[in-house]
């Protein structure tokens, strides 16, 4: 075989296997997501089972280099690449379809073991295992430009899906076709491993040991110093990532597909520090370093940090600088071949060990996003820690940690001094705020989700019962309970927030809640008295509530108000065409289905729209400029129902606007949907 053929072997099979790792993050994220509420939680416990089984390849990597033979490490690659076609295609089994009652971390990662285990593991190992095979080849001091070629696929895997495979191929069409690309790669893999199975004991050459340059890799062993190096500096790229895309998407602006840029920020910075030395320059990154890390940590108590405008290129700048320095400094401390799958294990050992401290430790221990200060402090010790033999470095790296740690206790004050309850969990971060106004009789108690509001109540006694932000009497679902049956009514609600909904309770009525998150039922019987003053009978239902509604017998609704579409996270599940069949099997034959779809980047009327003409019903689009009431919020509620007398009554006619269509839009089903396809 030509050496031209036999780089292309190599290239293609580290570049297909990257590509594949990076490609079924989303597609098997967004298949569990429906599963466990939509959460923005599902996409970083995904992230963590990821960082670690690529920890665990990378080990395995590391292990059968050291200890078998090239012909004894073929045999048992390939066996291990033919077993894991058994779990093709990678469609996720219904019995992992929780109950409710679950740790929902544990039963994530459990089902990404049993779904996507084996065929992950072997992705992961490919690029460290084929690098070292290369390093016996007469290339092997270009083994490092390989893992920047993995960084870009990877990119391009990132990339490309949003923008060219979710909008034109349903999630079971992208299950089959990443399952037959998985089993071109196995071929392509076992070629590749066969080829250096054929060399044998075969040594890097002399021609290879010639080539690799003084800088660029370093013949001598590594010593503790830089085994923590080697660990540390990813574990803070990672943390940073993780930290950095929680702040930005929960503190700054809840704008889907936002968490897309800092990811390809990061892979980009190991493209770019990898693919050669004249991308990282320390007479430049380091004091930029310097400089965005203070800035960082200022902008986390001011303003300045919670502005879209100047906090979104903030934070992606200081990504971009910090995680140069990061991998830049990898680069340099790069060893010799011979050491390469020990400097790739303790890399990956470094990006899991950061993506569970945030991921999995942080909202445990942590009542707020309190990780991204603390990782700005870690990193000005890291940068110290690089320059240790250099007095003036070291010493402004202390001066810098102590500036980041001034501005986080600055806003830990600010924080625990304007909030009357922080509290945090998987789904997200919580808080109630007091707003005072000139006239005691407008103060009002507000609830936060991340930086979305949830609702807020008057604190004045005499003006408890009010509805406010969303759900005014002339909002699309105070419209539709008013136009409710008289008698008893019974109302279901998808998402409680301050539990506002409740001022419309009457005596007999029953307001049944379903509510996923149990930290929001908390705070809306110790911060607010909505659900407490209701003359209703209130109804809890703790869990995702489309699970909870396909396993209850018909509940008879009059009005089911579904309102959980405000944030980045949309939770699919709940307005696809399966999601419209199970509420109309609970609301009454002439009852009205409520959708929320009050959002700044998304355009989610057309699809309730297009759901509600696919099967048949008429929907209504609702709007409310609430222009002479300060307590209320500009809204949009798209009402459906079977009965068109139903929403043709004056008040909901009189205030119905239009529709505006997508063109090209189609009816979102669990299968096939795509909300790059609504941005506004």
């Known amino acids: 075989m030509s050496p031209g053929y036999i780089k292309l072997l190599f290239a293609g099979t580290i570049f297909t296997s990257a590509f594949l790792l990076f490609l079924v993050q989303p597609l098997i994220a967004k298949q569990i997501l429906p599963w466990f509420g939509g959460s923005a939680a599902v996409w970083s416990i995904c992230m963590v089972f990821f960082q670690v089984v690529l920890l665990a390849g990378y080990a395995y990597s590391d292990a059968v280099t050291r200890r078998l033979s090239v012909k004894a490490q073929a045999r048992l690659h390939v066996a291990l690449l033919l077993l894991s076609l058994a779990f093709l295609p990678i469609v996720t089994s219904a019995r992992w379809k929780p109950a409710g009652s679950e ?103 002399a021609g290879a040991a010639e080539a690799v340059p003084a800088p660029t890799a370093h013949a001598q062993a590594p010593g503790i110093a830089d085994y923590l190096l080697w660990l540390g500096l990813p574990a803070l790229g990672s943390w940073l990532l993780l930290a950095i895309t929680n702040h930005i998407t929960q503190n700054v602006a809840a704008i889907p597909f936002l968490w ?115 990782g700005l402090i870690l990193s000005a010790l ?21 500036c980041c740690a001034v501005f986080l206790a600055l806003q830990v004050r600010s924080d625990s001094t304007g909030a009357r309850e922080m509290t945090r969990n998987f789904y997200g971060s919580l808080a109630t705020i007091d707003t005072r106004r000139d006239d005691p009789a407008d103060n009002v108690r507000k609830l936060f989700h991340g930086s979305i509001k949830h609702g807020e109540q008057f604190l ?127 609301v009454k034959p002439d009852g009205v289905i409520a959708f929320h779809v009050t959002n700044r980047f998304l355009a989610l009327a057309p699809v309730v729209a297009e759901i509600a003409k696919a099967q048949g019903l008429h929907a209504v689009l609702v709007h409310d400029e609430a222009e002479h009431n300060d307590a209320l919020r500009r809204t949009d509620w798209v009402l459906v129902s079977r009965s068109a007398a139903r929403l043709d009554r004056e008040s909901i006619r009189s205030a119905s606007v239009p529709v505006t269509p997508i063109e090209g839009l189609q009816a979102w089903t669990d299968d096939f949907n795509n909300l790059f396809g609504v941005l506004k």
């Open 260 to 374: 897309v840029l800092p990811l390809s920020v990061y892979l980009l910075t190991f493209v770019l520090c990898f693919e050669s030395d004249r991308w990282y320059r320390r007479g430049f990154f380091l004091p930029a370093t310097a400089v965005m890390l203070v800035l960082c940590a200022f902008g986390l108590q001011d303003s300045l940090g919670s502005d879209v405008k100047t906090a979104l290129p903030l934070y992606v700048i200081g990504l971009f600088v910090l995680c140069m320095f990061f991998h830049g400094e990898m680069a340099r401390m790069r060893p010799a071949p011979q050491y390469l799958t020990r400097f790739y294990l303790m890399l990956s050992l470094g990006g899991a060990i950061g993506g569970i401290a945030v991921g999995l430790v942080a909202p445990h221990v942590l009542p707020a996003y309190y990780e991204l200060g603390l």
């Open 103 to 205: 740790d929902p971390t544990l039963w994530i990662l459990g089902l990404l073991l049993g779904t996507i285990g084996l065929p992950y593991f072997l992705l992961s190992t490919t690029g460290p295992l084929v690098q070292s095979w290369l390093s016996r080849t007469p290339w092997g001091a270009q083994v490092y430009r390989y893992f920047s070629l993995s960084n870009l696929a990877s990119l391009a895997s990132l990339l490309s899906y949003p923008v060219l495979i979710e909008p034109h191929s349903s999630l079971l069409r992208q299950a089959q076709g990443w399952s037959w690309a998985y089993a071109a790669f196995v071929l392509l893999c076992i070629g590749t491993t066969l080829y250096a199975a054929r060399q044998g004991t075969a040594t890097p050459t």
């Open 382 to 402: 890291a940068g110290a820690a690089v320059l240790r033999g250099r007095r003036l470095g070291w010493a402004g790296g202390m001066v810098v940690a102590a």
């Open 460 to 586: 004045a006694p005499a003006r408890r019962r009010e509805p406010t932000t969303y759900y005014g009497a002339s909002s699309g679902v105070g419209l539709a309970i008013a136009e409710a049956p008289q008698g008893p009514r019974r109302v279901g609600l998808i998402g409680l927030g301050a539990g506002t909904l409740a001022v419309y309770g009457r005596a007999g009525d029953v307001f049944r809640v379903y509510e996923i998150n149990p930290q929001v039922f908390e705070l809306a019987d110790t911060e607010f008295t909505f659900l407490h003053d209701s003359p209703a009978q209130i109804e809890r239902v703790l869990g995702d509530a489309r699970l909870a509604l396909e396993r209850e017998e018909p509940q008879q609704f009059d009005v089911l108000a579904v309102d959980a579409f405000s944030g980045d996270s949309v939770p699919i599940h709940l307005i696809t065409e399966e999601a419209m069949g199970v509420y109309l099997r609970h």
